[in-house]
């Protein structure tokens, strides 16, 4: 067995429960004064209970004799033996078994709640015995194969079928070779249990890659004998940062002793700014256009509002807040900052409008206004304009439930990605050295610390 087949294995029993699927073969309960494949899994893994699947023709022996269970009860008086009885004549059809098989394999994970399947790849014929091998590379639930040498690694051809019509069952096991304290375990977890490793690990990269860390936490969780606690607590911050649940992803990061390092920014109104857009970076990545355009106006008048407090103008000087948001007070404006409703008025009489409406919400339009009328950075100015072109394309996806595409926003003259790094590039110009720039590519280096985990043979 090699080491990464052992460390699976010791991971897949620690919890010290299992259970056995098994189909029966010719060479069980015993052959040759050995235990059969299915006789020496029980021996040496104590399972809780045996699963056992006769085709038609072990059925009639099972039914003749009980041979099975008698065996199984010998060693482990308390393992609990269900039986499988099947009309399969035909053995050698691989289409015979897949579709139970799949199915047995479900309800045993049901009926055994955090318990570890024991694959039995030993017993009975080649097309069984490979049926069983494509179940633990292919099935969407963990299995551990146990593969079962032959004894002092012979062929078996020569040796001679115990027949338990016959011979004496109880004898021939009171006398078995492996009941010896020298005996050797010839139970092996066989490679087949690395490649699906390999597959499930190269899926887990797949997912982090698109940043599906719902789907990727979920797929390494299902199959978590495979990787460390390291490795599914750093894809657990990243799933739930991204959710958001910042309270359980902060958590998980300080657990680790990582939380400076994914957490550079930590004045908190600027690291709420960071984390928000970070899922908006997301959004866009992903091809989630319409989630981003939601997010896109809200964040805007967020980046727009602490831009002016920054200068010296913020919205308390001359506005007062109220459920659902601000409202321009004349009297507060006028009195800290002299001829802003003079400027607002003629700037929305030019608009077609009978001046400025103070009944109205303040929004991202009325913030661009008053950094003009203070003067401010123009080019700041002229990226929350573009940022104001894209409203309609939100009211589209809030009020009409219409979808937008990126062939939308390029229409309005930027795809997600371009109005992603006008943000990068406003956000500094706000909070000036609160920010670090780091944090925009914090997920690409979570996603490189779970890969580095997960490709680590020691862990």
């Excluded at 897949?98 to 709640?113: A, G, K, L, V, Y």
């Excluded at 009195?335 to 409703?341: D, F, R």
């Excluded at 229409?411 to 790094?421: A, D, T, V």
């Amino acid at each position: 067995m090699s080491e990464e087949s052992k460390q699976v294995e010791d991971l897949a029993l620690s919890n010290g429960k299992c259970v056995l699927f098994t189909a029966a073969g010719e060479t069980d309960p015993l052959r040759g004064g050995f235990d059969g494949p299915i006789l020496h899994i029980v021996r040496k893994y104590s399972p809780e209970k045996v699963y056992l699947f006769l085709t038609a023709e072990m059925s009639r022996r099972d039914r003749k004799t009980n041979c099975y269970e008698k065996a199984i009860h010998f060693l482990s008086p308390e393992c609990e033996v269900e039986k499988i009885y099947s009309d399969i004549e035909n053995a050698n059809d691989y289409d015979a078994f897949h579709t139970q098989f799949d199915e047995i394999i479900n309800r045993i994970h049901d009926e055994n709640p955090g318990a570890t399947l024991l694959l039995n790849v030993s017993s009975a014929t080649p097309q069984i015995k490979t049926t069983m091998c494509l179940e633990v590379v292919s099935h969407h639930m963990p299995l551990v194969p146990v593969q079962v040498a032959n004894p002092e690694r012979r062929t078996g051809r020569g040796i001679e079928h115990f027949d338990p019509e016959k011979g004496d069952l109880m004898d021939e096991l009171e006398n078995l070779y492996d009941g010896l304290e020298e005996a050797e375990n010839r139970c092996s977890v066989p490679e087949i249990l690395a490649f699906r490793k390999s597959i499930v690990k190269n899926q887990v990269k797949s997912l982090i890659a698109n940043y599906d860390y719902g789907s990727a936490y979920a797929l390494l969780c299902g199959n978590g004998i495979f990787f460390s606690e390291k490795a599914k607590k750093l894809l657990g911050h990243a799933y739930n940062r991204s959710k958001p649940d910042h309270k359980e992803a902060e958590k998980i990061a300080k657990s680790l002793q990582l939380e400076d390092l994914l957490y550079p920014v930590k004045e908190s109104p600027v690291r709420r700014a960071c984390e928000y857009y970070l899922i908006m970076k997301i959004k866009s990545l992903r091809g989630e256009i319409s989630d981003f355009v939601l997010r896109l106006d809200p964040f805007a008048e967020y980046l727009a509002k602490s831009f002016l407090e920054k200068n010296k103008a913020a919205l308390e000087t001359m506005a007062k807040e109220r459920p659902g948001g601000w409202y321009m007070e004349s009297a507060k404006a006028e009195q800290n900052h002299k001829g802003l409703m003079a400027y607002l008025n003629d700037v929305y009489q030019d608009k077609g409008k009978s001046g400025y409406d103070t009944r109205r919400f303040i929004n991202l339009d009325t913030m661009t206004c008053v950094m003009k009328f203070k003067g401010l950075d123009e080019n700041v100015i002229q990226t929350f304009q573009t940022f104001q072109e894209f409203k309609k394309l939100r009211d589209q996806v809030a009020h009409k439930l219409e979808a937008v595409t990126e062939d939308d926003l390029a229409q309005k003259g930027k795809k997600s990605g371009q109005l992603c790094r006008m943000i990068e590039g406003l956000m500094p110009k706000i909070y000036y050295n609160s920010i670090k720039t780091n944090i925009f590519t914090i997920y690409d280096l979570i996603n490189k610390y779970i890969i580095e985990e997960m490709d680590n043979p020691e862990s």
